[in-house]
């Protein structure tokens, strides 16, 4: 009887403990392919990327050019601004292009949370400069107002070129932003990369076209009580476009500003992926206490604090982070993930301060 006991409790054992071993395959063959899938996509995505600022990188080439040629042609410091924009446009795509393959890089010693901060600081530093060109054309009209006012003599325009130039650009300009919002999509909606140069694109288009219209509305006024301001018609023309874009790269300045600083993500994602810890860890051994989310470029930096009920060992932590990863990807897109064992919560209570 002894013997026929110990037997059955044999079977049993080695029933749990091959399930259990299976469980632990089937959780590390479903995170593996989870991680292939991703990296695929990835490398998709990259691609796409590259593809769209390498047609982005030559076509701002093409219209700072043509920009330079057309403001030596008319005397106008308008079509000049319009040129510098999109030559700052053609540098940024170049190191836009290097940023795009090294965010892909996984995390080492010398960056330990990965290279996505490249992508927040390129657009932030890259706001910086239009933001510098946009003052810079502002004092330069002021400066040209002045000195007319003053009494000097500055160049007539010459309205020929601006027309060739204005539709030229439009077309350009515009072609190019819906170019990079197409490969923008494709690419997953989440590089940050893509959609500042698509509104980077609709800023050069609208200042060209602004430019191009205004110039030749002034030209009507000759003959008229306003003529005098035809001459520095292309300086007011300045301050009124500038006046009219400078909020879109104050919002990309700022909002990259705040990611560099380390601020949580918006109150909505910190809500959704909370919920997502919580559904996933339901009927499970584990609490969770709260969620950390930060946005640093296209990719979010989470850390779920958690409360194990139950002795846990080291590989149950690592299949859970695992599910919590894929569980986050499929939510938010890309994703870094950490779990702190912890009983402590890791922020004191607002109505307690």
């Known amino acids: 009887m002894c013997n026929t006991q110990s037997s059955i409790l044999i079977i049993y054992f080695s029933i749990i403990s091959t399930v259990q071993s299976h469980e632990e395959i089937k959780n590390k063959v479903t995170s593996v392919d989870g991680k292939n899938l991703r990296s695929s996509e990835q490398s998709r995505n990259q691609a796409v990327e590259r593809q769209s600022l390498e047609v982005g990188k030559w076509g701002n080439l093409l219209m700072a050019g043509a920009g330079i040629a057309a403001a030596w042609t008319s005397h106008s410091d308008a079509i000049l601004v319009d040129g510098l924009y999109s030559g700052v446009n053609f540098v940024a795509a170049i190191i836009a292009a290097r940023i795009?393959?090294?965010?892909?890089?996984p995390a080492d010693r010398r960056y330990p949370f990965g290279y996505d901060s490249y992508?927040?600081?390129?657009?932030k530093y890259r706001s910086l400069v239009l933001l510098g060109i946009i003052t810079f054309a502002i004092f330069g009209a002021v400066s040209k107002i002045i000195f007319y006012a003053s009494g000097g003599q500055v160049p007539g325009l010459v309205f020929g070129p601006i027309v060739i130039y204005m539709i030229s650009m439009v077309v350009i300009c515009f072609g190019l932003a819906a170019w990079h919002r197409y490969n923008w999509k494709r690419s997953g909606s989440r590089s940050?990369?893509?959609?500042?140069?698509?509104?980077?694109a609709i800023v050069d288009g609208v200042i060209s076209a602004g430019a191009g219209v205004g110039l030749l509305a002034a030209s009507l006024l000759r003959g008229t009580a306003l003529e005098f301001i035809v001459p520095v018609a292309d300086s007011i023309i300045v301050i009124v476009m500038s006046a009219f874009i400078i909020g879109q790269p104050m919002r990309m300045f700022l909002r990259s500003l705040r990611e560099v600083a380390g601020e949580s993500a918006e109150p909505e994602v910190?809500?959704?992926?909370?919920?997502c810890t919580q559904e996933l860890l339901r009927g499970r051994p584990w609490q969770a206490l709260d969620v950390a989310v930060s946005k640093m470029g296209r990719s979010y930096l989470i850390i779920s604090y958690l409360i194990p009920e139950q002795a846990i060992a080291a590989n149950q932590v690592d299949a859970l982070r695992h599910e919590l990863e894929i569980a986050y990807a499929n939510l938010l897109g890309e994703v870094k993930t950490e779990i702190i064992i912890t009983a402590e919560a890791p922020y004191e209570d607002e109505s307690s301060r």
Do not use: I, R
């Open 100 to 105: 795009s393959a090294a965010v892909l890089k």
């Open 270 to 275: 910190l809500k959704k992926t909370l919920a």
């Open 192 to 200: 940050e990369l893509l959609d500042a140069e698509s509104k980077a």
């Open 119 to 123: 992508e927040a600081l390129y657009v």
